[in-house]
């Protein structure tokens, strides 16, 4: 499983959890995979920058990887990663 398909999951599961009042354990163990497959996301996204600059400039045709990446991602989206950051800061305050 890529980062963004792995990130696009682990965001789901979050919100799942969130939702179910968990243990402070279950909160510590899912925050911290959430955290580790959010930080994998963005690692793999930081080394395709130089790809994906050739691609938006033009000097390089895009890809059918691209279309890929990027519906892994859509699945939970941008605004469920959000929601989950806001809804598990509010649980470990």
Do not use: C, H, W
């Not at 995979?33 to 963005?42: I, N, P, Q, R």
């Amino acid at each position: 499983m890529n980062a963004a398909a792995s990130f696009s999951a682990t965001i789901q599961q979050q919100l799942e959890m969130l939702q179910s009042d968990p243990s402070p354990a279950e909160l510590a163990e899912k925050t911290i995979d959430y955290a580790k497959a959010k930080a994998a996301y963005f690692k793999a996204l930081r080394a395709e920058v130089p790809e994906l600059m050739k691609i938006a400039t033009g000097k390089e045709a895009r890809p059918p990887e691209l279309e890929t990446f990027a519906a892994a991602f859509a699945v939970a989206g941008e605004d469920q990663d959000k929601v989950a950051d806001q809804e598990t800061l509010v649980l470990l305050n």
